[in-house]
């Protein structure tokens, strides 16, 4: 699959010109042609399919758009769709990608989502009725980034994973969130969201490049038909990000106890979660190893197996915490000698 043929056009139009609540009601019939009733789960906020190749694909069907665009233009030569109505190809490009995939006979796991540019309410609620992965997975692939030849991992930092990815001819690059933001770090598996071709998204300048498009469906065909050869990639947080600080500022307030020891785990974090060591970068289960206090950034650790923990860690002897530092001498964690350090979620 190279370009956008007629019965493309017509069918991104289809999409595109569909309210979500339309949308959803279509991609739940639709469905049954591609997998078997026991494996489709429908639910107000979510469609959720088992395939038979252990990667599952995700799109979000609403846009920022109040109304669905009447006219729908394309350039053949230039290979760009647009509307003056605003094209919403965020995400219809992914819902029209999974499409295309699920037509050249591919059958990877799929979720299509509800309200992800309201705050992933699609994945929240998925999130909510599925404590963990309902079905084996090797990793995630959200189809619902601007641009071409982009790959985000947000808060996730398994570095294995993101060489992995890269090697289909991604280049790793920064965003906010998208629906994996909520499901990866839920289910422990790690996920990536790549770019399907729109530009100046939420806004009626939006524009989607085809041949953008159609390259990542190309390569995410490619990442399915090499399953044999990769492996399961657990979610390991970036414990820098905003999203950890709030973690760890409940973990800190076990420090105020007097029996510190018998609070290092507390029982919300004895789970099956998996980190990396921020020094050696061993993956190891949570509850083995630290959480040590930041010397870059406020209300934030890192993770350090028992091995690194006695190198360029000191226990700070107002509050008993451990925090890095460079200096053997210092005696306070920077909370406690009243260092300021920059808030990560303004970084």
Same mark, same amino acid.
């Given at each position: ?177 998208? =629906?994996? *933001? ?7 598996? /790690? @996920?990536?969201? &790549? ?130 530092? =460079?200096? *053997? ?7 406690? /000698? @009243?260092?300021? &350090? ?6």
């Amino acid at each position: 699959m190279n370009e956008m043929n007629k019965a493309d056009f017509q069918l991104f139009k289809t999409i595109a010109q569909m309210k979500q609540k339309s949308l959803h009601k279509t991609m739940g019939k639709l469905m049954y042609k591609y997998f078997d009733k026991e494996k489709i789960t429908i639910a107000k906020e979510y469609i959720i399919c088992e395939g038979n190749i252990p990667i599952m694909l995700v799109a979000h069907m609403d846009t920022v758009f109040k109304k669905a665009p009447e006219r729908i233009y394309y350039d053949s030569k230039k290979r760009v769709m647009w509307s003056p109505e605003g094209l919403g190809a965020d995400d219809r490009a992914g819902v029209f990608a999974i499409l295309k995939i699920l037509q050249a006979g591919f059958r990877p796991s799929i979720c299509f989502t509800t309200d992800e540019e309201l705050g992933s309410i699609g994945a929240k609620a998925l999130v909510r009725d599925f404590k963990t992965c309902p079905f084996d997975l090797k990793y995630i692939i959200e189809l619902d980034r601007r641009g071409k030849d982009d790959c985000v991992f947000y808060d996730c930092v398994n570095e294995e994973f993101t060489d992995y990815v890269e090697k289909f001819g991604f280049i790793t690059d920064w965003g906010t969130f998208s =629906d994996i *933001s909520d499901i990866c770090p839920s289910w422990k598996i /790690a @996920g990536v969201n &790549l770019s399907v071709g729109y530009r100046d998204e939420h806004s009626i300048a939006e524009t989607l490049n085809t041949n953008a498009l159609f390259a990542t469906i190309n390569k995410v065909i490619k990442m399915l038909e090499d399953v044999e050869n990769t492996k399961y990639y657990i979610y390991i947080p970036d414990t820098t990000s905003w999203y950890y600080s709030k973690i760890a500022s409940k973990y800190f307030q076990y420090f105020e106890d007097d029996d510190w020891e018998d609070n290092m785990y507390p029982s919300e974090y004895e789970s099956k979660s998996f980190c990396q060591c921020h020094k050696c970068k061993k993956i190891l289960p949570e509850n083995e190893v630290f959480f040590v206090k930041s010397k870059r950034y406020k209300d934030c650790v890192n993770h350090y197996c028992m091995n690194c923990v006695v190198n360029g860690v000191n226990w700070c002897k107002n509050c008993g915490a451990p925090f890095e530092t =460079d200096s *053997s001498e210092q005696q306070l964690c920077p909370d406690c /000698a @009243g260092t300021t &350090l920059p808030d990560v979620s303004v970084v």
